[in-house]
């Protein structure tokens, strides 16, 4: 203790931590209907094709689809739901994707990935799933669907054809010891990156085999997001780091900075080089900068939710968290 001690005043070890810091950052209080009793968010994301935040509503049965610009908020119904007292994040839909015009739902309650078409509103197509699902994706140089099922730690794959009639076909299993957990896509690499327990792995698109296993350094691993022109994953870990891997080097280790415990879902803005990671044990959220050379510094904190464990950033430079026990969003604009 005393040798590492000295190696830290000498300048030999030099580990950052995130210091609090004043910021502007409010948040406008974005009400869910149906989630007076709480919704047990787990999922959201961003597409730049429709536009749209798209909002899984856990126990409601509705997929929320928010416009970033006006605010306006449209639901798509016909899920699976339950009573508002069952709120937690594996009850009725709890993670959404999109990709060439269709939406695609993961459904807890009836165990099955659908299609919707949002233009219409209405399911055009559905597949049994394999295992309890978490996550999904959309892959799009092989029109795939990639599934999360942690709990039989494995990845389903789907081959998505659109059409007169939109179908799915199951086409492969991967065995992911130790995970998956969370799931981000590179097409300019032609990668996936998921996390295994106190690891990271990189998965080609195409061969769907795991081509690189490497110790991501976290006592838990959480999320992740990715910069793809950069080449750089972002890994948060559950006792409060965030850390950045150099993907064209070899996975190694940029930066790390520490922040609050409690991290899950994490979130990344291209435009800004911003990350964004929440804490639901200390309720906030961290807005961090990202370099050229993807080193990370905070920029500024806000308060938020207790259990806010989901975020997303949107074109217009919004951020978007999650509050479960509120069924509602907190909404930022991030003007740094």
Known sequence: MIFFLILMLVGIINPVFAQPSDSSLKATTVAIPGGEGGIGFDDMTFSSSLHKVLVPAGHTGKLYLIDPVTYAM?????????????????????????????????????????????????QVGAAPLAGDSDYVRYVGVNHELWVTEPHNKQLEIFRFSAGAHPALKPVALISVSGGPESLVVD????????????????????????????????????????????????VSCAEGKALVFDLKQNNKKISELMTDPGADMISYNPKLSHLYFTSGKNATLSVLGVSAQGKISLLGKAQADKRAHCVVGDDQNNIWVC??????????KDAF
């Open 74 to 122: 449209t639901s798509i119904g016909g899920f699976s739901s339950s009573a508002a007292n069952q709120k937690g994040h594996d009850i009725g839909i709890t993670s959404a994707d999109e990709g060439e015009g269709y939406l695609f739902v993961l459904d807890h309650g009836r165990h099955e990935l659908a299609v919707v078409d949002p233009k219409s509103s209405n």
């Open 187 to 234: 097409h300019i690499l032609g990668r996936a990156y998921t996390n295994l327990g106190p690891q990271a792995a990189a998965i080609d698109l195409r061969s769907h085999v795991i081509v690189s296993v490497w110790a991501n350094e976290c006592e838990k691993s959480r999320g992740n997001a990715i910069d793809e022109q950069k080449g750089f994953l972002f």
């Open 323 to 332: 509050d479960p026990p509120g069924g509602r969003l907190l909404r930022y």
